[in-house]
């Protein structure tokens, strides 16, 4: 059993990043993991303390957004990447204006215009009330594509690590148990049920297959588990992993 995918997404729902190691903190989310959010002029969100999804703009509101990647080119600018209307490249902490007329375009004119962005001061904006990392199991995500019966991106689920190696649905058995990464430990809290956020493609940002119909005909609307980081230490593609009883 090993690690072999790290993602994160330093603004919430606009752009994923690849990595092949990161730090990890005890306690924390993954370092820059969901550190922005992009708040709505109908939003109570401030950055101070944990709200709930439905106060950022996000892909189960907005498709389009899936599409957008992202990457550091420095420590403080942040490139970003889609399809439809080209790249930027943003300091997040001071040109929220900037970005919110970049990304704009993609919103769909019934929903909530975004505002700004805001900073989380504590933690990653996840969509658990506590400072998760998320953790999926490839072996599973390959019964849903036979299902599906073609490939589908990864990048779907949003998900932080992928470990391969396990038997499919082998994380509903992790469920209050420690799992250990490299020389890394992580408590799995609970299963993460699934949102309309999945059935967009991650390169051209269209929802174009149902996979909350495709999880309910498997039995359920969860995929992947929430786990928090209960030591410090790097991880890196290609550790091993182990499930602690």
């Known amino acids: 059993m090993k690690l072999v995918?790290?993602?994160?997404?330093?603004i919430k729902s606009h752009g994923s990043e690849n990595?092949?190691?990161?730090?990890?903190?005890?306690?924390?989310t993954l370092p820059l993991d969901r550190k922005w959010a992009v708040i709505h002029d109908q939003s109570e969100a401030d950055g101070l303390t944990w709200v709930p999804c439905r106060n950022f703009s996000r892909v189960a509101k907005a498709p389009q957004l899936a599409a957008i990647s992202a990457n550091w080119i420095s420590e403080n600018k942040l490139e970003l990447n889609h399809p439809s209307i080209g790249e930027i490249c943003i300091n997040p902490d001071h040109e929220s204006e900037k970005f919110i007329n970049w990304v704009n375009p993609l919103m769909p004119e019934n929903r909530a215009a975004s505002?700004?962005?805001?900073?989380?001061?504590?933690?990653?904006?996840?969509?658990?009330?506590f400072p998760s990392i998320s953790i999926g199991n490839l072996a599973s995500h390959r019964e849903?594509?036979?299902?599906?019966?073609?490939?589908?991106?990864?990048?779907?689920?949003?998900?932080?690590?992928?470990?391969?190696?396990?038997?499919?649905?082998?994380?509903?058995k992790w469920i209050g148990k420690s799992i250990k990464i490299g020389n890394v430990t992580f408590k799995v809290e609970?299963?993460?049920?699934?949102?309309?956020?999945?059935?967009?493609?991650?390169?051209?940002?269209v929802r174009d297959v149902d996979t909350l119909g495709l999880l309910e005909s498997m039995g359920q609307d969860d995929f992947t588990v929430a786990a928090t980081a209960t030591s410090d230490g790097q991880i890196k593609c290609g550790d091993p992993v182990e499930v602690l009883e």
């Open 115 to 129: 505002k700004k962005l805001v900073r989380s001061v504590q933690t990653g904006m996840t969509d658990t009330d």
């Open 5 to 10: 995918q790290i993602w994160r997404y330093p």
């Open 19 to 28: 990595l092949e190691t990161i730090d990890i903190l005890n306690g924390k």
């Open 190 to 205: 609970e299963e993460i049920v699934r949102c309309l956020a999945t059935t967009a493609n991650p390169i051209t940002g």
């Open 144 to 172: 849903i594509e036979k299902r599906h019966g073609e490939e589908l991106s990864l990048l779907r689920w949003r998900c932080n690590l992928w470990v391969d190696g396990f038997a499919p649905w082998d994380e509903h």
